[in-house]
């Protein structure tokens, strides 16, 4: 059965400029939406795994996914975390070269690649739109590389609240982090006990607070700048 | 000889080796979702860190060097607090317990964060007690203060022996001076329950030794003392490989050393409560044991009437009215659970009606040394008349238990033996492998 979320539908219910997504009113989301399907994802399921032959599309509705490679060694390294209203599954060839996992229960849209192809072809306008979010990408995934390149966790730290931020911080500065500390640790290349006691010791610098589940306070942003610099 | 057989010191039944992997996460996220809202709660937090390790420590602990490994987990604690608040409706505590090692080892600024912490998740505004553990000789004016100011109304001081040859053995210098100075910076801070711990059956530990200890601890006049015998179990504690087996007293030596410790403290004025503990006439320990309203659990005795135990931290049990939940021994094993947003359940066991049963003849007769079995049976709904081969087997112990009808009461001779008696009640014993420490 094939019917786009509602949710995705609605105007109103859009989100604000998504990180990886198409941007609000884009011909992208309206010509493609009802192209889609919505599935559900519990925690920690697999949406799709490295290797796999790249035949869809996605987009986080609701909830958060990480998407991964698993080293030689054992050690996870997260690529990136998508957020809703994030297009993901992107592949210039035809197999995926990460896995992708659902942070918590999630709701994903699904569409065929074949089917963006066919749409793409007759109108330049979804072509363009996906050419952006290919680079838009690309951007991301070099302001990633040069966060890893910092030597200092409390940078690497700073750039990742800072980014989220960007993406899902509210006026007041609350950010909402839907990730474990695990996974923070692997997409910052760092080991968890340096993530939390780095969490710790901005909190008694006074630079975060942490709010309820996940949420987490920028009380001192300037400081966070600084050291993203 | 009696006191040579190894018994279990009952602060849970069923006891801790009979714990099964098979109470997971999973588990635990289902009973706390049971939970009522209006469940009264009781906290225990476990901070896995010393600056030292003592050559006795029995605990679950490690020494560390540097701030590090302490600050990590203080942010995986909170988030421990986040995970279990929000899989839980229940919100009310009436009682928080930090143990360790050496809680204070977080320093005032992790404490207090963490004491915030936990009022996101929690309704901390009932709090009747709050006890922490700590070591005398780093109590500063700065943590005492610190401790007020987080709501700490008890503190738990090791005192252990003050002689300083047995100090010596046990690795842990503490001059009578110290302790002093620590009990006199926590009082005038405001915190004026004290807990005093004391031990006997340490190397190099003599009974005058363990005389003068305890009289010199009454001394300091806090509310309440616990006597604990020194547990050689070298197989399951390496670290006490660095004390020689030969430097310490035979089993008579220690029955002897715990009846004179319990000579100078009754002298002093504190009333004996249960099998190891003493309190001053007006505490709230004295008043509940004489109204059989006393309690054990892990901590020892207790006043504690919550609903539910929660516990945090590397090796915390749990006890929840479903049963017990332990979570992962090692920090480093708790840190990867709690790290990726899951539980660190790591064993536990679900209480079947008959544990209940048992568990509770086995608390009454360690905090009242008496038991109604009639009552007992009452209060589980349970078919009259039972338990007739314990009471058979109660008759091995003549002079240290009565038997009236279905009433068990141990007798003042009997007293230090009261686990051997609890013991006849435990199910698991005879088919259970785990070791014990010696039963005195």
Redesign the interface.
């Known amino acids: 059965m094939l019917h786009a979320d509602p949710v995705l539908l609605r105007r109103e219910a859009e989100p604000t400029q998504s990180f990886y997504g198409p941007a609000p009113g884009s011909g992208l989301r309206f010509s493609l939406v009802p192209m889609g399907a919505c599935i559900p994802f519990a925690r920690n399921a697999e949406i799709y795994a490295e290797d796999e032959p790249a035949e869809y599309l996605y987009m986080v509705a609701k909830g958060a996914v990480r998407s991964y490679k698993l080293l030689s060694d054992g050690r996870r390294q997260i690529e990136a975390f998508y957020l809703p209203g994030d297009l993901f599954g992107i592949e210039a060839g035809d197999k995926h070269r990460f896995s992708a996992e659902a942070i918590s229960g999630s709701t994903v849209w699904v569409v065929k690649r074949s089917v963006v192809d066919r749409v793409a072809q007759r109108d330049s306008a979804v072509a363009r739109e996906l050419w952006m979010l290919a680079a838009q990408h690309l951007e991301r995934a070099q302001d990633h590389l040069l966060l890893l390149a910092r030597h200092k966790a409390h940078e690497r730290i700073a750039a990742f609240l800072l980014e989220m931020a960007k993406r899902s911080g509210d006026a007041e500065g609350e950010v909402e982090l839907p990730m474990a500390r695990q996974d923070i640790a692997d997409y910052l290349g760092l080991t968890i006990e340096t993530v939390s006691r780095t969490f710790t010791e901005m909190v008694h610098a006074a630079t975060i607070s942490l709010r309820s589940t996940r949420r987490v306070l920028l009380r001192d942003r300037a400081a966070l700048a600084r050291l993203n610099a | 000889m009696l006191a040579e057989r190894s018994v279990p010191r009952y602060t849970s039944y069923p006891t801790a080796p009979h714990f099964s992997p098979s109470i997971d996460a999973a588990a635990y996220g289902r009973w706390l979702a049971e939970l009522p809202a209006d469940a009264s709660l009781s906290i225990y937090l476990h901070v896995p860190y010393c600056v030292a390790l003592c050559n006795y420590c029995g605990c679950q602990t490690k020494a560390v060097r540097s701030r590090?490994?302490v600050?990590?987990?203080?942010?995986?604690l909170?988030?421990e607090f986040?995970?279990v608040?929000?899989a839980t409706g229940a919100r009310t505590v009436h009682r928080i317990h930090w143990g360790g090692g050496t809680p204070s080892i977080l320093g005032p600024?992790?404490l207090l964060?963490l004491a915030d912490?936990l009022s996101?998740?929690f309704d901390l505004t009932g709090v009747r007690e709050h006890a922490i553990e700590l070591d005398p000789r780093y109590v500063t004016s700065e943590l005492a203060d610190a401790l007020v100011r987080m709501g700490v109304n008890r503190a738990s001081l090791g005192i252990q022996d003050l002689s300083p040859h047995v100090q010596e053995a046990i690795g842990r210098i503490q001059p009578f001076d110290v302790v002093a100075d620590a009990v006199a910076q926590l009082r005038k801070a405001g915190i004026t329950r004290l807990n005093f711990d004391l031990m006997y059956g340490l190397p190099r530990q003599s009974v005058g030794d363990a005389i003068r200890s305890a009289t010199l601890a009454a001394s300091l006049e806090p509310a309440r003392l616990a006597v604990f015998g020194y547990a050689h179990v070298p197989w399951l504690k390496p670290h006490q490989r660095l004390i020689a087996s030969d430097s310490l007293p035979g089993a008579a030596e220690r029955l002897t050393q715990f009846e004179q410790i319990r000579r100078a403290l009754t002298g002093a004025g504190y009333r004996p409560v249960g099998l190891d503990h003493f309190a001053l006439v007006d505490d709230e320990l004295t008043a509940a044991a004489a109204a059989t309203r006393l309690r054990r659990n892990f901590q020892g005795y207790t006043t504690d009437q919550s609903d539910a135990l929660l516990g945090f931290g590397a090796s915390a049990i749990g006890l929840l009215p479903q049963g017990y939940v332990q979570n992962a021994h090692d920090a480093a094993g708790y840190?990867?659970k709690?790290?990726?947003?899951?539980f660190a359940t790591s064993r536990g066991l679900r209480l079947s009606h008959e544990d209940r049963v048992r568990g509770r003849i086995i608390e009454r007769l360690m905090c009242d040394f008496a038991v109604d079995l009639d009552a007992i049976e009452d209060e589980f709904d349970q078919e009259p008349g039972g338990f007739a081969a314990e009471i058979g087997a109660l008759a091995g112990f003549a002079g240290f238990v009565e038997i009236n009808g279905r009433r068990v009461t141990i007798t003042p001779q009997g007293r230090p033996f009261a686990r051997l008696v609890a013991a006849e009640f435990d199910a698991y014993l005879p088919k259970g492998r785990a070791r014990h420490s010696c039963a005195v």
């Open positions: 590090e490994p600050e990590a987990y203080a942010d995986l909170s988030e986040r995970l608040g929000a600024r992790a964060f912490e996101r998740s840190g990867r709690i790290g990726m947003g899951q």
